[in-house]
């Protein structure tokens, strides 16, 4: 089987912005992961938590958002993740995608109690087109912003 490894540089552009540039097949890929746009994400988070996952048939990024599925759940395997204690030390991560074809990026950020309280979600043809960016918005579950 063959393995694309996909090296990403994770850098902190200020409160709200993470960026995540990654080389693979083609070109590089760019994965911008935003805050919501308030101070209190971005204080509140403790861990944050990135995924890629290669969807079985009926997975899809609605159950990850309601909390119905989650990553290692039948139908969503996770190839590969990475988790980053918050504030961010290290700004350099690696995560490998087998081949070409969907993917889920998925990303959830912790608070100190341990409740994932932010999630991103995007569906992505790998391989598909000479596109390079992917924008994960956070969004807070409800009222867990406030």
Known sequence: MMHKAIGCVLMLLGP???LA?????GGDYWVTIVFPPNDTAWDRT???EVFSIK????AGCAALYKGTAKPHDEEYEVEDSFAIDWPAQEI???LSVK???ERLFFARGRDQEGNYFMKACEPVTTGA???????LQLVCTPSSCI
């Open 129 to 135: 087109s000479d596109s390079n960016g992917i924008k």
């Open 55 to 58: 969807p079985g048939v009926g």
């Open 99 to 101: 081949g070409k074809g």
């Open 21 to 25: 540039g990654c080389g693979g097949d």
């Open 16 to 18: 709200g912005l993470l």
């Open 92 to 94: 350099v991560r690696t």
């Open 46 to 48: 403790t861990n944050l």
